[in-house]
């Protein structure tokens, strides 16, 4: 079905009362923690492995067994599985968005897998083998597993990093100016610290899981792993040093402009304060004894640190979601262009469910299906109808004409100024409670005003397009 | 396609069709040996548990790494068959609905399933649970199966996508797919097991045996099945070398010879996965359009060199396990979890 207007129109899921971003953003979180976990643990690994070797620590090698198994099964199949599951729920959310990424860094993506390959097999040898080998070989495996996880980080990080801050890739195209944008170093670092961190609270928990051990040795295996917690006391100075590579917009809005950004960041923030503080204070200076329960709590709280910044990496794009290139609802500038003139739905193919009294609540629904949806439900999550609850009609009219100035963080409308008043009437329509009759008046002059509106709202967002 | 598959083609796409193939062919092989080794599990929990059944306990110690490995494997194919046909993956995706989360939660039930076959007494000697935990496993992977090959006919058959947008739309040609490549997985299977214990090889014949037959009657019911027009490629080249593959392979589990089996194996994947591709080609008009925009992107000798150089680690290290292991333990065989 290839569009004579370059425009390929996908069939747009409706997941009900559930935003879109919270279906990928589950899933995300889900396999960043797993992820970055996989990453830390290796670190972690080489850590105990070297402590065995190097200090003749039997608890270190004894315990590192129990922590392998933990990783292989938790990590290894969940991490792998949610990966693929980030591309497929990506498809469901953004197909062109997902498809943009893979375009642009395939080979990047590419390279990834074939460290991704290496990880997986070293770390399935080592989990099979490690009774049967020397010290030398098993640091020499889990060095390798450790180097192949963070490369994997490494890889996949300056994609993510350039959905926010594209740099150099927008004025040339190049792979190499988008993959080492302006966050990618702060990202990067930043990243392996919170890997750091997880793989270490998550090893404090293990430590409690194993049979037969004295409090005494699990204090010493506390302890042990406690150490490699303490990088994260230069977190928070890595944390501004993100914040100063990201565009000026995006720093505003999580630092006071929008509301739910602010909060978002203000949780992780204050989860990651949380668990620093009892790091540094308790374990690292204060060599507490750390039992299952207060384990299990701060591994939660990294948790909630961890999905809190996620939220804030994926909200602070907006209205893009690949900066300069891409809105949030999928739509390039070149497509609001033409979208201006030629309407946005009137060659969707797919047809709209529902029963619909006029044919301009039809045209109301797939703009709003094909322009909205990405971000809203209608009466769910984020739901227009009560975002919209106290407009006027008039109001909503010039507000949806002049999106992006109306919000700043809104793309600009893509269709024309009968769309504008379709998407209306249709917010109007499920409004007065979707009755079965819904007499529309011809209103020209409501139509000249919309265009009007929409001419001088233009059709580019006041957020600056590069980064 | 007037030219054998992927002479002929406009360089981008044959350089990505290249690419897909052979990961998809690597993955596959994985991916039949836990289908049809998860499903063999289920055959022999109806047997009384044997201490020294070296097929069952060899099939319940590798699965697990087996599928992980398959999964692994599948991601590269995965990632060229976005750039060979992007619009039409995503489009079945999404019109396949919440199947997608329905394939990874089966997938996760799958590999559990199949590390609780591997370490659990239970499971492993337990009446019941030998037969109901592999065989969870084995409609988890069955399942998994039939949704690939139903979004890939779905994926090559835009002319249904409207229709399919409200409401489910059924194609004859399926079932005789999907158990075509269920079937190939038998003699997978067989090859597999056969690598360690080549004495086994005239028993583990007659899996492969029954692979051959019901491989040749689903070949035969999915040509009659298809109701959309069969790409020229089906007469084309590979056709013929998938036959002489399947001749090859089962000529040589007649005589016994180890090595022509598997070379016949991967020559008849690799030339149905060819087939499979020509058929995408002849359904879908803009792969060649796709491909040209992704060939456009930098990063492509980063990928060639890193696939080198990463495979010479993993033989290093792999190699010095080998002799370490051997130096440290000769003979021993003790694995934890196992």
């Known amino acids: ?467 | 396609m007037d030219t054998m598959f992927p002479f002929g083609l406009p360089g981008a796409t044959a350089l990505y069709e290249v690419l897909y193939v052979l990961t998809f062919v690597l993955h596959l092989v994985l991916a039949q040996f836990v289908l049809a080794g998860t499903g063999c599990l289920v055959v022999l929990g109806f047997e009384k548990p044997r201490p020294d059944a070296a097929t069952e306990s060899e099939l319940r110690d590798w699965l697990p790494f087996a599928l992980g490995g398959a999964i692994t494997l599948g991601v590269a194919p995965l990632l060229f068959l976005q750039l060979l046909d992007r619009r039409g993956f995503y489009t079945a995706n999404l019109l396949l609905r919440n199947r997608y989360a329905f394939v990874l939660a089966a997938l996760v039930i799958g590999f559990y399933m199949l590390y609780v076959a591997k370490s659990s007494r239970r499971a492993r000697e337990g009446r019941v649970l030998r037969v109901v935990v592999p065989l969870l496993a084995f409609a988890c992977f069955v399942f998994t199966g039939y949704t690939w090959s139903q979004n890939r006919i779905l994926s090559e058959s835009p002319d249904t996508w409207v229709r399919a947008f409200t409401g489910p739309v059924s194609f004859a040609e399926l079932l005789p797919r999907f158990g075509f490549f269920a079937a190939a997985a038998l003699p997978s299977l067989a090859l597999v097991l056969a690598a360690s214990r080549r004495d086994a090889m005239s028993r583990l014949a007659n899996i492969a045996w029954l692979g051959f037959g019901l491989e040749l009657v689903l070949a035969i019911a999915y040509v009659l099945a298809r109701t959309r027009p069969l790409a020229s490629g089906l007469t084309g080249a590979w056709v013929y070398v998938a036959g002489a593959a399947f001749v090859i392979e089962a000529a040589a589990w007649g005589t016994r010879r180890y090595g022509t089996a598997v070379a016949g194996r991967f020559l008849f994947l690799l030339s149905i996965a060819a087939i499979r591709e020509v058929y995408r080609l002849g359904a879908r008009a803009d792969v060649n359009s796709q491909a040209a925009a992704a060939a456009t992107k930098g990063g492509m000798p980063l990928f060639f060199v890193f696939a080198i150089v990463n495979a010479a680690l993993l033989i290093y290290c792999l190699r010095r396990v080998v002799r370490v292991s051997g130096e440290s333990a000769p003979g021993s065989s003790s694995e934890i979890g196992s």
């Open chain 1, 1 to 467: 079905m290839p569009d004579p207007l370059d425009f390929f129109y996908y069939p747009v899921r409706d997941f009900g009362l559930a935003m879109k971003g919270m279906i990928i953003g589950g899933m995300g979180v889900v396999h960043v923690f797993l992820a970055q976990f996989a990453i830390g643990g290796g670190m972690m690994m080489c850590w105990l492995q070297w402590r065995a070797w190097k200090h003749d620590d039997e608890l270190a090698r004894r315990f590192l067994d129990s922590f392998f198994q933990v990783l292989v099964l938790v990590s290894f199949v969940l991490g792998a599985l949610t990966g693929v599951g980030m591309w497929l729920t990506a498809i469901q959310v953004s197909p062109r968005t997902i498809g943009k990424m893979v375009e642009e860094f395939h080979w990047i993506w590419a390279t990834e897998w074939t460290f991704f390959c290496v990880e997986i097999v070293i770390g399935y040898t080592f989990y099979r083998c490690h009774r049967r080998l020397d010290d030398p070989t098993r640091m020499l495996l889990l060095a390798v597993y450790a180097l192949a996880s963070w490369a994997s980080l490494f890889w996949i990080n300056g994609i993510l990093a350039w959905m926010l801050t594209p740099g150099g890739w927008s004025q040339t195209g190049s792979v190499w100016a988008g993959f080492f944008n302006p966050s990618f170093w702060p990202s990067l670092v930043y990243r392996t610290l919170v890997s750091l961190t997880l793989g270490g609270l998550v090893a404090i928990v293990v430590v409690h899981t194993i049979p037969g051990m004295s409090r005494e040795d699990r204090g010493k295996l506390v302890n042990t792993c406690s150490l490699v917690l303490a990088p994260m006391a230069v977190m928070p100075l890595v944390g501004l040093w993100y914040l100063g590579t990201i565009p000026p917009d995006s720093r505003e809005w999580v630092l006071g402009q929008s509301t739910a950004m602010t909060m978002a960041l203000g949780g992780a923030i204050g989860a990651s304060t949380l668990v620093g503080l009892y790091v540094v204070f308790g374990l690292l200076l204060g060599r507490l004894y750390v039992n299952a329960a207060t384990a299990t709590l701060l591994l939660v709280l990294a948790f909630a640190a961890t999905g809190a910044g996620e939220l804030v990496r994926e909200g602070v794009r907006k209205p893009y979601t690949i900066r300069g290139s891409l809105y949030a609802n999928s739509l390039t500038q070149a497509d609001v262009d033409r979208m201006r003139k030629i309407g946005s739905v009137t060659r969707d193919p797919y047809p709209m469910p529902g029963k619909f009294p006029e044919p301009v609540l039809v045209t109301g629904a797939k703009v709003f299906r094909l322009q909205c949806s990405v971000c809203h439900t209608l009466d769910g999550a984020n739901g227009l109808d009560h975002l919209t609850e106290t407009w006027q009609p008039d109001q909503m009219r010039l507000n949806i004409a002049k999106l992006q100035y109306t919000k700043p963080f809104m793309p600009p409308f893509a269709g024309t100024a009968e769309e504008v008043e379709a998407l209306v009437q249709y917010l109007l329509w499920r409004k007065a409670g979707q009755p079965q009759r819904w007499p529309i008046a011809a209103g020209q002059a409501r139509l000249a005003d919309i265009r009007r509106w929409l001419a001088a709202a233009g059709t580019h967002s006041p957020v600056r397009r590069t980064h």
